[in-house]
C-alpha cells in the first residue's frame, strides 16, 4: 500500500472530522498566544488537540479492512496507534508561530504546546533547558556558536518500532547491530540507552591573518581557531578509548586528564598550519576538540567571554538557557558575502540583475549584531525563536525522491536507476541514471523502459519476443 496515497486520501476524510467541535482538555490557545508576538506582521495559532490521533485512527482502520479485503503487503502487527502514542504524537496539543520586524532583523518565534512533555521523539533534544555552555566558553570576540543536546536514551524503543514495517534487508542488518558486543561488553542498545549528549562549538576569526579560500583563491577568509566540547562522552570514551591508541599519541596531564594528538596530520586546505589536539576530562564527562592548544587553553581559561559581548546580548535578547543555540557574527555574514560575490562574478548567466543581487547581499548583512536562534523547553512547551533576515511564515517541504515501485516495497527513489533487488538490471537506462522520464519496475519487478532506452536483460528479452511475434504487438 502507498503510504502517500492513505495520508492524501486521510487527510481529505479527516478535514471535516478534525474540524468538528471538541472540548480543549489540554490546549491552551492563550498560553500559546503568551509565548508568541501579536503586534508583528504575522501571527496564528491552532488547536490541533486530537486531530493527529483521528488520522491515525482512520489510518488503522484503512489497513485493517485493506488487510480483510485481501490486501497484501500489511503487516499484520503494524500498530499505528502505538507508533503515535511510542513517538509521543499524543503530546502535541497546539502550536502558534509569529514574525516581527525589530529594525534590521526579523524575529520569529514558534511555540509547540506539550505541557513539559519528554515522550518519544520530544526527548531527543534534551529534558530540561540548561544554561548555555557555547557561549559560556566560547572566548570573547567569538564569531559562531553552535549548541544541540542528543539524547539517545529513548532511542532505541522507538528504533524497534521498524520492526513493524515491512521486511527491508537495511532494516535487518541495523536492527541486529543494536545487539552486537562493543569492546567494553555491552551492547550498542545498552551504550544507546545511557547516552545523553550536549555538544557546543565555537569559532573564532582571526583577522589578523587570513588564509586562501580553497574554493576562491583570488579572495581570502579569516584565519579560523574552533572548538568543541561534548558533555556525556564517557560512554562513548570507553568504547573508543582503547581503540584510539593506535592512530593518536596518549599523554597524561597533571591534572588527571588525557591530551590525545594526531600522530599523522594531513598539511593541506585551511587547516595545513593547524595542529588539532583532543582532550578527554574523564573526571568531567567532558570531551574537549580544538583546533589548536593555544584556543583550547583560551576557552578553558576564565578569560572574557561571548555571553558577555553586547552584539550577542542584543541578538540573544538576554536568554542564557536553552536545549539549542545558533549565532553568526556579523562579521562573519560579511566574510561569506564577499565569497558569494566572488562566486555571482564567475557567473556566466545570472537569474537577477546585479543591482537585485546587491540589495539581498545588503539585506543578508544588516543586522549590526549578526544573526541568532535557540530553541528551548519549559514546563509549557517548546520554545523556538530565529532572528534572521527575512520572517518564515509559512514551513514549505520539497517533494523527496520516489521509492521503488516494486511489490518489495523498499528502497528510496531506487526504482529509476539503482534499485533493490528486483530493478538493479534497470541501471543501465541512461533516463535512469539522469533521473529523468518514468523509466523504472513496474509492480511485478519487470522493466517499462521505452524500447531501446535499457540495456536490462527484460528489455532485450521483450524486445526479442516482439520481433519474434510481431502480430502481439
Known amino acids: 500500500m502507498k503510504l502517500k496515497n492513505l495520508f492524501l486520501t486521510a487527510f ?11 472540548e480543549a482538555k489540554n490546549a491552551d490557545l492563550k498560553k500559546v498566544a503568551s509565548h508568541l508576538d501579536m503586534d508583528g506582521q504575522f501571527f496564528m495559532a491552532n488547536n490541533i488537540e486530537g486531530d493527529i490521533a483521528k488520522i491515525v485512527d482512520l489510518g488503522a482502520d484503512w489497513l485493517q479492512t485493506a488487510a480483510k479485503n485481501g490486501k497484501e503487503g500489511i503487516p499484520k502487527d503494524l500498530d499505528l496507534e502505538k507508533i503515535f502514542t511510542t513517538l509521543g504524537g499524543d503530546q502535541v496539543y497546539a502550536y502558534g508561530r509569529s514574525a516581527k520586524f525589530a529594525g534590521d532583523h526579523w524575529v520569529n518565534k514558534m511555540f509547540v504546546q506539550t505541557n513539559g512533555s519528554n ?17 559560556a566558553f566560547a572566548p570573547s570576540g ?13 532511542l532505541t524503543s522507538m528504533m524497534k518500532l521498524m520492526e513493524q514495517m515491512p521486511k527491508c534487508p537495511k532494516t535487518e542488518r541495523m536492527m541486529k547491530g543494536m545487539s552486537k558486543k562493543l569492546p567494553s561488553g555491552i551492547t550498542m542498545e545498552e551504550m544507546l540507552n545511557q547516552l545523553n549528549l550536549r555538544i557546543s562549538a565555537a ?14 583563491p583570488e579572495y581570502t577568509f579569516p584565519e579560523m ?4 566540547r561534548v558533555e556525556g562522552f564517557n560512554p562513548i570514551w570507553k568504547e573508543v578509548g582503547p581503540i584510539s591508541k593506535w592512530v593518536m599519541n596518549h599523554e597524561v596531564q597533571e591534572d588527571g ?20 589536539v583532543i582532550l578527554i576530562d574523564e573526571k568531567n564527562n567532558l570531551m574537549w576538540a580544538a583546533s589548536s592548544i593555544e584556543f583550547l587553553t583560551e576557552c578553558r581559561s576564565d578569560g572574557a567571554k561571548l555571553k558577555d559581548d553586547a552584539a550577542f546580548k542584543a541578538i540573544s535578547g538576554g536568554l542564557t538557557d536553552g536545549n539549542g543555540l545558533a549565532y553568526i557574527s556579523k562579521q562573519t555574514c560579511m566574510e561569506i558575502r564577499q565569497v558569494k560575490e566572488a562566486k555571482y562574478k564567475k557567473m556566466d548567466k545570472k537569474m537577477l540583475s546585479d543591482d537585485r543581487i546587491k540589495m539581498i547581499m545588503d539585506h543578508l548583512t544588516e543586522s549590526k ?8 523547553k519549559s514546563a509549557d512547551g517548546i520554545h523556538m525563536v530565529l532572528k534572521a533576515p527575512c520572517p518564515i511564515k509559512e514551513i514549505c517541504g520539497g517533494k523527496g525522491r520516489r521509492g521503488c515501485r516494486s511489490k518489495c516495497g523498499r528502497g528510496r527513489g531506487k526504482g529509476y536507476g539503482k534499485g ?3 530493478c538493479e538490471k534497470s541501471a543501465g537506462c541512461e533516463k535512469c541514471e539522469k533521473g529523468k522520464g518514468n523509466c523504472g519496475c513496474d509492480k511485478d519487478g519487470e522493466c517499462k523502459c521505452p524500447a531501446g532506452e535499457c540495456k536490462c536483460e527484460k528489455q532485450d528479452a521483450a524486445k526479442d519476443k516482439a520481433e519474434a511475434n510481431p502480430t502481439d504487438m
Open 203 to 216: 569559532v573564532k576569526l582571526d583577522d589578523n591573518k587570513r588564509v586562501e579560500c580553497p574554493k576562491f
Open 119 to 135: 515522550k518519544g521523539l520530544l526527548s531527543l533534544s534534551g529534558e530540561k533547558a540548561q544554561p548555555f555552555a557555547a557561549s
Open 369 to 376: 549584531n549578526g544573526y541568532f536562534a535557540a530553541m528551548t
Open 12 to 22: 481529505a476524510v479527516i478535514t471535516p472530522i478534525a474540524a468538528t467541535a471538541q
Open 420 to 422: 533493490c533487488s528486483k
Open 257 to 276: 586528564t588525557t591530551l590525545l594528538t594526531p600522530k599523522n596530520m594531513p598539511k593541506r586546505g585551511m587547516m595545513k598550519d593547524k595542529k588539532p
Open 225 to 228: 581557531h574552533s572548538c568543541m
Open 142 to 154: 567569538s564569531d559562531l556558536a553552535l549548541e544541540m543536546n542528543m539524547d539517545a536514551r529513548q
